[in-house]
Nanobody
Framework: QVQLVESGGGSVQAGGSLTLSCAVS????????????MAWFRQPPGKEREGVAA????????FLAESVKGRFTISRDNTKATLYLRINSLNPEDTAMYYC?????????????????????WGQGTQVTVSS
């Protein structure tokens, strides 16, 4: 059973940057999780959870939502079993709870990487609040 623990959120001024981390545990070195997809979702207050970035097939495939391209970067460090999300040029619309998700058998094509119900493993979230 995979465990995901996010960290790195906080309160920042607009224009600032943050790097969110997601520590992965409970999987073996050859786990299918390392060949599947890991993703970042966010859920603004009163809104649905949306996928913002995913990394699949090791680090061979990267997907980003159109709304965050140019500002968000997703990466993973398998030696540290950690997933990262770098967010630059933060604006108040980025205020949300950010979640890490993992799914070893996900086929990411056709936008499926951004569908929350396609993932079985979830962290508890880390809050990002951006003030203007």
């Amino acid at each position: 059973q995979v465990q995901l623990v996010e960290s790195g959120g906080g309160s920042v001024q607009a224009g600032g940057s943050l790097t969110l981390s997601c520590a992965v545990s409970g999987v073996t070195a050859n786990s299918d999780y390392k060949r599947g997809c890991m993703a970042w979702f966010r859920q603004p207050p009163g809104k649905e959870r949306e996928g913002v970035a995913a990394i699949c097939a090791g680090s061979e495939l990267i997907f980003l939502a159109e709304s965050v391209k140019g500002r968000f970067t997703i990466s993973r460090d398998n030696t540290k079993a950690t997933l990262y999300l770098r967010i630059n040029s933060l604006n108040p619309e980025d205020t949300a709870m950010y979640y890490c998700a993992a799914e070893p058998y996900l086929t990411p094509w056709g936008g499926r990487w951004s569908v929350a119900s396609a993932y079985n493993g979830w962290g508890q979230g880390t809050q990002v609040t951006v003030s203007s």
